[in-house]
């Protein structure tokens, strides 16, 4: 199975899929997260595998440039 966490819930999907399709299975907007795996994002198109483990983390408008550096970089971590 694939894991994805957002805002610690978590979900699981089958392998398989693409981000996009776990996403709209898990009824995210695919424009409201970015994806990581392994530290890297991953685009809409990527084919999860069996035993992926994907954060999601959301995105958010405006904001001070303090905020989107703390962003960008729980984002790296």
């Not at 398989?16 to 994806?35: D, H």
């Amino acid at each position: 199975m694939v894991k994805l966490i957002l805002r610690n819930k978590e979900y699981e999907v089958k392998p398989g899929m693409t981000l996009l399709s776990a996403l709209q299975k898990i009824s995210v907007v695919p424009e409201s997260v970015i994806a990581t795996r392994d530290g890297e994002m991953i685009l809409d198109d990527e084919i999860l595998k069996d035993d992926d483990v994907v954060k999601l983390v959301a995105v958010i408008s405006g904001g001070s440039a303090i905020e989107y550096r703390f962003i960008v970089s729980e984002y790296q971590a």
